[in-house]
């Protein structure tokens, strides 16, 4: 006998699939967290300022009241402009907007030192909206991936606390600036590589600090953008040239008509500022340092006659003189010297097998060999090579506990940037929740991957999961304990004398994880193909 008709429709309802709910685009869900995001930055307006704040202020005030002929010469503010013309011209296209919210705000005299509630407000403003170009950069690289993977490198980049201790708390444009270089990333991971050329190009005249790149750059395009034999290689190197320069002409096309070409290059890279900044950034020269001066003690107490530098490196007042009372002087092609030969592996690498899967790693290696071998490095740099990394953390296990002590290394050594003590809570949890975010995400992410392992494969269970070692555990315990020391012990034993020796320690200590980052990706980088 045949079922009755009404059993049979209901066996027919029952194999019917349930429809899935629809899931919402990458962009809805990169929106959402950068407002949660957003919503801490307006949390942090009425924080602690440095005198970036200030010198961003002369800068509209330059833009809005002098003509562009005047504005790499003028003087009237120890701030002077001393950013690429394009940079210039954002503070100019801002300024419109700053006259209408407070006039003395953009006043080149009236305006010194000025901050009034609307300025600050203002100003910080245009930090947390010209974000959203990281936003757009991170989400470029990132759409294709499963919403997991995205959502935690999202979380990682758009609440690096390093961004807002530098950006939003010490005042400056970080955000807006890695977001074109994510931007240029993401171009030529997708194998656009004049899009690619064309908005690194741009970010130069920004802001020329990012040029540390510029050989990885030149050497990948010239041998995955300029292929397929001599005529087609030829005129792609033509058509990549022309878009280069075409930038570089507008940018810098007035100031040439102007005569005043010389001059902005002098703002631009002034070198009689010194090896080293005010704070020592933690890079390879500060062993070079502690050397000279271990040194210089031990020949004094042998009895040799060593004269004493007149240079300090604790006061940032470095100038031209050479600090080194032992070693031999540091100069500005030395360090160019060594910064290239750092990122020389790198390059053979890109001439070798230019592949856009790994541009990525190649540029946030040559980011960090600049800051470990550059000159006049400022901390805030290791953001050029820790916002890069947090796309590739997900690559493997390794990446991850790079990036784990890394971020964590990097947010630390900007903790002298805010030395007022009711900051201090505020950097302190930033790292904090950072550290634990970056814990939970790492390791969900990456027990999901062992669990796919077979059991009888202990060996490779054990290496696909997130766990930090003994070593990386006792090295994050030194950072406590030299943090300890700092805000506890050195107060007690040593009231107000040495005041630099905290800020010495945390350079030391940092330098010692910034070394082991720049040795680990150069070794990964040799590994990889």
Known sequence: MKPPKKHHKQQQHQTQQIPKPKANKPITEILRVSLVATCIKLLLIPAYHSTDFEVHRNWLAITHSLPLSQWYSDQTSPWTLDYPPFFAHFEHFLSFFASLVDPIMVHLHHGLNYKSLPTIYFQKLTVIISDFVLVFGIYRLTRNLGYKERVLIWVLVIFSPGLMIVDHLHFQYNGFLLGLLLISISALEE??????????????????????????????????????????????????????????????????????IQQVFHRMFPFGRGLCHAYWAPNFWVFYIILDKVLAFLLVKMGFNVQAPAASFTGGLVGDSSPFAVLPRVTPMITFGFVLLAIAPCLIKAWREPQPRMITRWIAYAYTCGFMFGWHVHEKASLHFV??????????????????????????????LLFEAQEYPIKVLLLLLHASLMWIGFSSHFATTARKTAESEQKRYDKTRFVIGWFGKLYLVGLLAVEIYGQLVHPILFTERLPFLPLMLISIYCAFGMMYSWIWQLRQIIKLH
């Open 191 to 260: 194998g656009k590589d004049l899009l690619g050329g064309f908005v690194f190009a741009v970010l130069l005249c920004f802001k020329h600090l990012f040029a540390v790149a510029a050989p990885v750059y030149f050497v990948y395009l010239l041998r995955h953008y300029c292929r397929g034999g001599f005529i087609r290689g030829f005129g792609r190197l033509v058509l990549m040239g022309s878009a280069v320069v075409a930038v570089f002409a507008a940018a810098y096309g007035p100031f040439l008509y102007h005569g005043q």
């Open 387 to 416: 916002i890069p990394l947090a796309i590739i953390a997900l690559k493997s296990v390794e990446d991850a506990k790079h990036y784990f002590y890394l971020s964590i290394v990097s947010c630390y050594s900007l903790f002298p």
